[in-house]
């Protein structure tokens, strides 16, 4: 499995002693804020082991982050199919740092890394990225990675309840524009 560095991060293959700090972030509801419910640590520990099984077969997917000078993992990120049943198609990013990373430019480093694989390694044509409508930070490293929002292709997720987590925004990126 590739890893992937940058300055201050390296996304690497996923270890048993990331599982603890990764369920810790599944049961945080600010973690989870614009993803819905919380997780239990059986739910978090077979997200870890799908993760694995796509990474596996696809040769890409959600790699684990850990800042570089300490080996602390701090999140996921990565590339994915879209889910079957949304309105567009093409591989996805994203990413998710736990509380104690935010606010220091980790998302956005780590996205950038992903990106660049995915253009340069992966050649895929396209990446997109979904976030809730209200989720401001997210839409935030999304320009920040040079990702342009998509109006006419923001929908209403089906899976979600009724409420703040329904509408989603759609950013895209096209590798001739970033390569």
Avoid: K
């Avoid at 996923?14 to 972030?25: F, G, I, K, Q, T």
């Avoid at 520990?45 to 993992?73: I, K, N």
């Avoid at 780590?110 to 930070?137: I, K, M, S, W, Y």
């Amino acid at each position: 499995m590739t890893e992937l560095h940058t300055d201050r991060l390296t996304l690497r293959r996923w270890r048993a002693c990331d599982l603890a700090p990764w369920a810790a972030m599944n049961a945080d509801p600010e973690v989870r804020e614009h993803l819905g419910d919380l997780l239990t640590r059986g739910q978090s520990d077979d997200s870890v082991a799908r993760f694995q099984a796509a990474f596996d077969r696809r040769g890409y997917g959600w790699w684990a982050v850990e800042v570089r000078a300490t080996g602390r993992f701090i999140g996921l990120a990565g590339l994915d199919e879209v889910d079957d049943g949304m309105p567009f198609t093409g591989t996805e990013i994203g990413w998710r740092p736990a509380r104690p990373a935010w606010g220091q430019g980790y998302a956005t480093e780590a996205a950038r890394a992903v990106l660049a694989h995915g253009f340069d390694t992966l050649r895929l044509p396209e990446v997109l990225a979904v976030t809730t409508a209200a989720n401001l930070r997210s839409q935030a490293v999304m320009r920040r990675i040079g990702m342009t929002r998509d109006p006419a292709g923001d929908f209403d997720d089906p899976a979600a309840p009724a409420g703040p987590l329904r509408s989603q925004v759609l950013y895209r990126v096209a590798r001739t524009t970033n390569a």
